[in-house]
């Protein structure tokens, strides 16, 4: 099969959008095949009834996800792509899909957190760029 396959992390923020639009714009090539990746956030310390309320949100934000990015692929004329989402950390989850799928390289946005949030809340980009088995591309904040 020609071309490369990238996995784009998507998730709902303006900085996965930009990672998106900046890949279509200086990387994408006709053969590439793109995964656009999403990880569904699981519920913390949850109730029965809490768990049911947050994952049917979780489905619904993803739906509208994958509405919004299936609008964007059209308009850049990309047919080749796959939509990959699960309830699991989300670095965890990109490296892992990474190394299963056999992955080219990883786009995805940053947050830009300072050194001290950093450090405090973890930075997923900074675990896929330390754990993953392929290169990574993070596309800074406009």
């Given at each position: 099969m020609s071309g490369e396959l990238v996995i784009i992390a998507v998730d709902g923020s303006k900085q996965a959008e930009e990672a998106f639009e900046w890949y279509t714009k200086h990387l994408?090539?006709?053969g590439n095949r793109l995964i656009l990746a999403h990880s569904i956030e699981a519920p913390s310390m949850p109730t029965r009834e809490s768990w049911e309320q947050q994952?049917?949100?979780?489905?619904?934000?993803?739906?509208?996800l994958?509405?919004?990015y299936d609008e964007k692929l059209r308009a850049s004329n990309i047919?080749?792509?796959?939509w990959e989402e699960e309830v699991?950390?989300?670095?965890e989850f990109l490296c892992g899909l990474a190394k299963?799928?056999?992955a080219s390289y990883v786009v995805m946005g940053t947050r830009g957190l300072g050194k001290l949030r950093r450090t405090i809340m973890g930075s997923v980009s900074d675990y896929v760029v330390h754990h993953c088995c392929c290169p990574v591309l993070v596309c800074r904040q406009k």
């Open positions: 994408h090539k006709a994952t049917q949100a979780g489905q619904v934000k993803s739906k509208e994958k509405e919004k047919d080749k792509f796959e699991e950390k989300p670095g299963n799928k056999s």
